[in-house]
């Protein structure tokens, strides 16, 4: 395992794509704090916007670079010579998931670093208290690495880079568009008090609102809970209603994404 872990970020080291989308991940958190500087020229505004938004952006980041990275070992046979070496392929499968796990936590690390040195000067450190900002900063860590199993799953199990690359980058939109749906859908509220008519709202007597979820609600909170898309929406507003709850949602989607990709990858014809 050591052996697989020393050649991987070895290679890791030496690739473009990860340090171009390192230097992406800095240059973004350090314009959205710029961004925000320039708005508490308007009104009051904390730091902790710009510093938690992270999950967004890193889980494209993501998407885009374990397929990229991890399915060139298919296109030059590295997997096929790892396995004939006598290397198990859980070990072989277990390495690339930490190597695109430590990516990924890379890619985070720099968007908060990044706008902590910009930020801090220009307006302040976080105003969020500790025993709410580690919580919320380590919750998210673990949903990145529920990406990184996901996407982990799909390039293992794919010998086609551009397919994976495919499924991967338009599964992690997918994810997002379904998750602020469920979210839309989810805070909608029971009655409304009122119509929009010509962009103009007309008080009323309260009426049932169409959009209301109310027939399988508690199925789709649950949904909600367990995307990671969904927790990386929540991370990034710095929702703490799920604080809890959410590393074990993510814990879970690991174990599982994870189990069923080894089994499946065990199972895989490498010729």
Request: charged share 10%; net charge positive; proline share 4%.
């Amino acid at each position: 395992m050591r052996n697989l872990l020393a050649a991987n970020f070895l290679r890791l080291r030496k690739n473009k794509l990860f340090w171009g989308l390192l230097a992406f991940s800095t240059g973004f958190g350090a314009l959205v704090a710029f961004n925000y500087y320039e708005m508490s020229q308007i009104e009051p505004i904390t730091l902790d916007g710009a510093f938690f938004i992270y999950p967004m952006t890193a889980c494209i980041l993501t998407a885009v670079f374990i397929p990229l990275f991890l399915g060139r070992e298919y296109s030059d046979s590295t997997i096929r010579n790892k396995v004939s070496a006598g290397c198990s392929r859980f070990l072989v499968y277990a390495a690339n998931l930490l190597t695109a796990a430590a990516a990924s936590l890379l890619f985070c690390a720099a968007h908060m670093i990044a706008v902590t040195v910009v930020g801090t000067p220009l307006i302040g450190f976080i105003a969020m208290e500790a025993n709410l900002a580690v919580p919320l900063a380590l919750g998210s860590l673990i949903t990145m690495a529920a990406f990184c199993a996901l996407f982990t799953l799909v390039v293992m199990n794919c010998s086609r880079k551009s397919l994976s690359a495919a499924v991967c980058i338009l599964g992690v939109f997918l994810l997002l568009f379904a998750a602020i749906y469920l979210r839309s859908r989810l805070l909608s509220p029971e009655y409304v008090n009122g119509v929009w008519i010509a962009g103009e709202f007309i008080p009323g007597d309260p009426t049932p609102n169409p959009q209301y979820l109310s027939d399988g609600r508690a199925f789709f909170e649950f949904l909600y809970a367990l995307l990671p898309s969904s927790q990386a929406i929540e991370y990034a507003s710095q929702e703490v209603q799920n604080l809890n709850w959410f590393p074990l949602y993510s814990l879970a989607v690991i174990v599982l994404s994870t189990g069923a990709g080894a089994a499946l990858f065990r199972r895989k014809d490498l010729k």
